[in-house]
């Protein structure tokens, strides 16, 4: 694990782990607001090839709305990032940027953005662990 991401590994090929991962956000109450196909972005753009991964940007709007009215300039680390990438084809990796770490960039910004933290990094983490039993 990464200071700035919760991240699992799971033994499922990557289409199968992207629809499990948009499951267990809405589960866990995200909606996915963006998507961003990185590998066929970077094909596009570079012409490189990368390994197939997606930015899925999941939002809570309950949890948005408080965090904004906490901090308003807090918008530009929404929506939580959340990426799966193939490690190869049967194994995939999928990491959530932590709300911990938000804190840690938001400073003293308090209890109320904190409480938002929590709340953000509980439902994600339980989604991850959804998945990894799964």
Known sequence: MTK??????????YEEAVEAVRGELAAAGFGILTEIDLKATLKAKLD???APQVILGACRPQLAHQALQAEPSIAALLPCNVVVRALDDTTTVV?????DAMMSIAGQAGDTLRTVATDARQRLTAALAALENN
């Not at 700035?4 to 499922?12: A, E, R, S, W």
């Not at 990491?95 to 709300?99: N, R, T, V």
């Open 4 to 13: 700035y991401t919760l991240q699992i590994t799971v033994n499922h090929p």
């Open 95 to 99: 990491e959530a940027f932590d709300p």
């Open 48 to 50: 490189v090839d990368v």
